[in-house]
C-alpha cells in the first residue's frame, strides 16, 4: 500500500492498495471495509459510488465481485477526521519522526474520548503534542490499549502512515509483546486459540465464543518467571481483539492479578502479609505492553520499541518474589 498527493487537487491524498487473495468472491464494498477499517462501510461506499474508490483504475459498483490481487485506488479528501479538544498532557514519547510516533501509555489513561470521558484521555494530548493529528482518522490511533492496560502504542502522523500501519495490523506483521502477572503456577507456554465476541448478556465484556462464531484470537504465551501461587508470562499476540489477553488467560484459568471484570481475588494459603495487601490493594489488570515492533511506513526499516515494566507491576513481582523466597524457609 502506497500514498501520493493529487498534483490536481491539494486537499486530496491518494492510496493505493492491493485486494488480499482471501477477499476473492466478496463484494467490492465488503472487501475495502475489511482493508480500510480506519473508514466506516457508508462512508467507503459513498466513494465507490462518487468515484473516489476505484478498481483496477476503473469505477465498479459496491456489489461488484472481487477475485484478489486488484488494484484499488482511494482518493481521499483531507478534512477534519478526529473530534476533541486539544490538552496539554505529559505524553511518554519512545520514538518519534515525521510518519509515525509510539507512545509508552500509563495505565489509567482513556485512549479515546467519550461520554464518560470527554477530556483527559489521549486523543486529547495528542492533538495538543501535533493539531495536524486532527486530520487523521481518531487522531491517527491505529490500535487501542484498555484504560487500566499500560506500555507502548504507535500512533501514525500522516495518512500514507496510518494506511501501512492499519494494513501491517490486518496483515498481522506488527510485533506486540505483553507482560502479564497471572495467578497460579503455569507448567509450561503455549497457544489459546479461541475466538472471542460480545458477552451475551453484559455487553461491556468479552468472551470466548461458541464454536463457529465469533472472531477468531490467537495468544502465544511463554513463561517469564514463576511464583509460589503465581507467573509472569509474555504474551504475543497474533490477533488483536478486546480485552483478548484478558479474556484467554481467564479461559485457560490463569486470569491476571487485578482485573477487575475477568479476574477474582485469590488469596494464596499461607501468602505473606506483605503479598495479602499487595493483591488487595492492586487495582488494574496487571498488564504492560513492553515491546513494538513494526515496519516503518516510508523507510521499510524496522522500527522495535521497548519500555520497562510500570512501578506498580514492579512492585508486585518484588513481593511475589519475597513471598516464595520465604515459603522455601
Known sequence: MHQTDSPDDSDREIVEAIVPLEAAGKRFDAALAEMFPEFSRSRLTEWIKAGDALLEGEIAKPKVSVRGGETVTLSIRVEIETRGEAEQMDLDVVYQDADVLVINKPAGLVVHPGAG???????????YFDPKLAEL?????????????SGLMVIARSLRAHASLVEQLSAREVHRQYLAVVAGTMVAGGTVNAPIDRHPKDRIRMGVAREGTGREAVTHYRLREKFRNHTLVECRLETGRTHQIRVHMTHIKHAIVGDPMYGLLRL????????????????????????????????????????????????????????????KL
Open 137 to 149: 482518522p481518531r487522531a491517527g490511533i491505529v490500535h487501542r490499549l484498555d484504560k487500566d492496560t
Open 117 to 127: 470521558n470527554p477530556r483527559g484521555t489521549l486523543v486529547n494530548g495528542l492533538l
Open 268 to 327: 494464596p494459603k499461607a501468602a505473606s502479609a506483605d503479598l495479602v495487601e499487595m493483591l488487595r490493594t492492586f487495582r488494574r489488570q496487571a498488564l504492560h505492553a513492553e515491546k513494538l515492533s513494526f515496519v516503518h511506513p516510508v523507510t521499510g526499516v524496522e522500527v522495535t520499541t521497548e519500555a520497562p515494566m510500570p512501578e506498580d507491576m514492579q512492585n508486585l513481582l518484588r513481593v511475589l518474589r519475597e513471598d516464595t523466597a520465604q515459603a
